[in-house]
């Protein structure tokens, strides 16, 4: 029987070449003790924050929008085609 959290973490590695996805599984104690108030972040923690947020941003606009537009496109075109008429009256 379990007497304690259990808790789950799943972790992205990024890699030029690969993508991995790790995840971790265990079982923390409920005694122990959270630390009070909120840990300071050094000047090298929040650059590489900063410079993961920019990279997120710029990934935003390179690669999630265009594809979502190409999409709602594909949709709007196969819309159209199916439900115009098949023989026109002339």
Avoid at 33 to 47: A, F, I, M, P, W
Avoid at 49 to 66: A, W
């Amino acid at each position: 029987m379990l007497h304690g959290f259990l808790c789950v973490q799943i972790y992205v590695i990024e890699n030029p070449d690969l993508v991995q996805i790790v995840t971790a599984v265990y079982v923390t104690q409920p005694d122990m003790k959270q630390l009070k108030g909120k840990v300071k972040e050094s000047h090298k923690e929040k650059r590489e924050r900063r410079e993961d947020f920019s990279k997120q941003k710029d990934r935003l606009f390179t690669i999630v929008l265009p594809t979502l537009l190409a999409i709602c496109a594909l949709i709007a075109a196969y819309v159209y085609f199916n439900t115009r008429p098949k023989n026109p009256v002339m």
